[in-house]
């Protein structure tokens, strides 16, 4: 898949980019995701009201790959499930292929932070269980699934269970279980967070090869800034909450990237640190 090229950045602050750093949204069209003045409001059970997200605009093209960033608690994994149809918006609208989000939409694909794998059913037949919830005959999606589990280097474990796999290996039969369904946008909250460094640099280059053959657009949430610059078309960075976007970041470093050398990149390295002081800004308002 080539890289996602976007135009220069045309709105203000209050509308969700700034001038100069972002990207204009994308026509309707062309958009997989819409955050249109999107706010969001909790009510506790005493009746006190928090505010999550204030008008927060956003659009992510069809095939691109985007990564959020913001503080702790800014609202990240909300957006998410504003996609999911978890979440309604208190004010404003969310978008999913040109339409407005009022339920769970199968064409999402969702990787969580926890393994989402079922402990008593094989690598094999976890791969297979969506496939076959979908309807899918049960001798069709386990030869899918043997193909699965061979495009992400688990061949030869089928049979095994996820308590003998190491955590590599299970983020692995994960993302098998996400791609076999062909998703057309994927949702990913934290999914390598638990991994050692050299374990999280193999699970990246896996995820930008899957993807890559898809077609699919990605919203990645992520606490690491070097994952989310090496990893994405853009970065959307959060304010504190109540959150909203403040500014985007066009991350133009060539596909494709192998993890383990993109980060001393000198562009890398610039964008790190920019990014970084925006972020230190919104840290210090908390």
């Known amino acids: 898949m080539s890289s996602f090229s976007p135009m220069a950045a045309v709105a ?3 509308q969700g980019l700034v001038a100069g750093y972002g990207v204009a949204p994308s026509h309707a069209a062309d958009a997989a995701i819409e955050f249109d003045k999107v706010s969001l409001r909790f009510i506790a059970p005493d009746g006190t009201a928090t505010l999550a997200l204030r008008n927060l605009s956003m659009r992510v093209a069809k095939g691109e790959f985007i990564a959020i960033v913001g503080p702790t608690g800014s609202g990240k994994s909300t957006t998410l499930n504003l996609i999911t149809g978890l979440l309604r918006p208190t004010v404003g609208q969310v978008r ?4 407005a989000v009022e339920h769970i939409d199968p064409r999402i694909g969702f990787v969580f932070q926890a393994d989402a794998v079922f402990p008593w059913k094989s690598v094999r037949e976890n791969v297979a269980a969506g496939p076959i919830f979908r309807g ?3 001798a069709q999606a386990l030869q899918l699934a043997d193909d699965w589990i061979q495009r992400v280097g688990l061949e030869g474990f089928g049979n095994h269970y996820p308590h003998q796999l190491s ?3 299970r983020k692995r039969v994960g993302l098998a279980q996400t791609f076999i369904n062909q998703p057309e946008i994927l949702l990913m909250d934290e999914p390598f967070s638990a991994l050692d460094m050299q374990t999280r640099t193999l699970m990246q280059d896996e995820l930008l090869r899957l993807w890559s053959g898809s077609g699919g657009s990605v919203v990645f949430v992520t606490h690491d800034l070097e994952e989310a610059i090496a990893l994405a078309d853009r970065v959307f960075v959060l304010t504190a909450r109540p959150a909203t976007l403040k500014r985007v970041y066009d991350i133009d470093l060539p596909r494709p990237r192998v993890m383990s050398q993109v980060r001393y990149e000198p562009q890398f390295i610039e964008l790190s ?7 230190r800004e919104e840290v210090h308002i908390q």
């Open 167 to 169: 955590g590599g290996m």
């Open 96 to 99: 999913v292929m040109g339409r």
């Open 12 to 14: 203000q602050p209050s």
């Open 136 to 138: 899918q005959p049960r």
């Open 273 to 279: 640190r920019r990014i970084w002081d925006e972020l």
